[in-house]
């Protein structure tokens, strides 16, 4: 197999060089585009922004945490201390009752072993409480803390995503201006070449014409034979060739 072949339209020779060198510098526009956009998807403030966007979801999540943890120690603190209350208020009765002047001696024990028990239910009530405000003074300032965090690290975001807009425009203006020439380019060429170089380009990762590197494609790098890279050099100057290796249009 022939690792060339040129265009089905044959030109002059004048024509056919201002063709190569306007394919030749249509490429390198859409290569520096291309360059451009590869840094525009690999600034050091898109990885800034990602890991302060990482640190924020993480604050504010443990900012969550900390606040439903602060919010059922309350409830639980509340029960405990309604808890208590009827327990006060069942051991006044049963006292009252006690010390009442008509309470049989029968009567008499059984309110005096409901008040032995309803007052040890409640120092274990009592104890309960004590624990639960301390891990609610614990809680707090864990909150505190989480919130300061969570607070401190949206700012960062906020910083973040600023540094990576402004990044972000100044590649932006960089491609608009490289891309203002590319009309005319594009203009100067034949409509077939034009979609023969874009169809190329879509299949070969941007890269649609490549010039001979000694025998060497410079596309793929592969090396032409000896009789193909001879009969190359000997084809009509007014040809495109192409590489039949990798299929992009070769320059000579």
Not at 76 to 98: F, H, N, P, Y
Not at 136 to 160: C, M
Not at 222 to 230: D, G, S, T, V
């Amino acid at each position: 197999m022939g690792a060339w072949a040129p265009v089905a339209e044959r030109r002059t020779v004048g024509e056919a060089s201002t063709l190569s060198t306007t394919l030749l510098r249509l490429q390198e526009l859409d290569s520096e585009l291309d360059a451009i956009g590869h840094r525009r998807q690999h600034l050091e403030e898109r990885k800034a922004m990602a890991a302060a966007s990482a640190l924020a979801n993480e604050t504010a999540e443990a900012h969550r945490r900390c606040a439903s943890e602060m919010s059922t120690l309350r409830s639980q603190l509340k029960d405990l201390e309604s808890t208590a209350g009827d327990l006060q208020a069942r051991i006044a009765v049963v006292k009252k009752r006690m010390f009442s002047s008509n309470v049989a001696a029968r009567e008499l024990s059984l309110l005096d072993e409901e008040s032995s028990s309803l007052e040890k239910r409640l120092s274990e009530i009592e104890d309960a409480e004590l624990e639960a405000m301390e891990a609610l003074d614990q809680a707090e300032a864990s909150y505190k803390l989480a919130r300061e965090r969570a607070e401190a690290a949206s700012v960062e975001l906020t910083t973040a995503e600023v540094a990576l807009g402004q990044a972000e425009a100044i590649l932006d203006q960089e491609a608009l201006a490289v891309a203002s020439g590319r009309p005319e380019v594009v203009a100067s060429l034949p409509e077939a070449v034009v979609m023969r170089y874009e169809s190329l380009r879509a299949h070969l990762g941007g890269v649609a014409v490549a010039k001979l590197e000694g025998r060497r494609c410079g596309g793929c790098h592969l090396e032409l034979a000896l009789a193909e890279f001879e009969a190359m050099r000997r084809s009509s100057p007014d040809a495109l060739l192409t590489c039949e290796s990798c299929g992009r249009i070769l320059l000579v």
